[in-house]
């Protein structure tokens, strides 16, 4: 009987930590902080009417709360 060996394709790319468990990355408080002015502004934009200038005073908001610790 003929042992088989498997041959590791070429095209796949091979793990270079198996045993590591995975880390997942969090969101930085930059990204969040940005996303909520964001939406924040357009809400106040789709209030007045003016969706431009709430989406660019939503990311100016957003911006200035990231900075913060």
Same mark, same amino acid.
């Given at each position: 009987?003929?042992?088989?060996? /498997?041959?590791?394709? %070429?095209?796949? =790319?091979?793990? =270079?930590? =198996?045993?590591? $468990? /995975?880390?997942?990355?969090? $969101?930085?408080?930059? #990204? #969040? %902080?940005? !996303?909520?002015?964001? %939406? @924040? !502004?357009? *809400?106040? +934009?789709?209030?007045?009417?003016? @969706? %431009?200038?709430?989406? *660019?005073?939503?990311? *100016? @908001? +957003?911006?200035?709360?990231? &900075? &913060?610790?």
């Amino acid at each position: 009987m003929t042992e088989e060996t /498997s041959i590791p394709d %070429a095209n796949e =790319p091979e793990d =270079p930590q =198996p045993d590591r $468990p /995975s880390k997942q990355a969090e $969101p930085s408080r930059n #990204s #969040s %902080a940005i !996303g909520v002015g964001i %939406a @924040l !502004g357009v *809400a106040f +934009g789709v209030v007045f009417d003016n @969706l %431009a200038v709430g989406i *660019a005073i939503g990311v *100016a @908001l +957003g911006a200035a709360f990231s &900075r &913060r610790k």
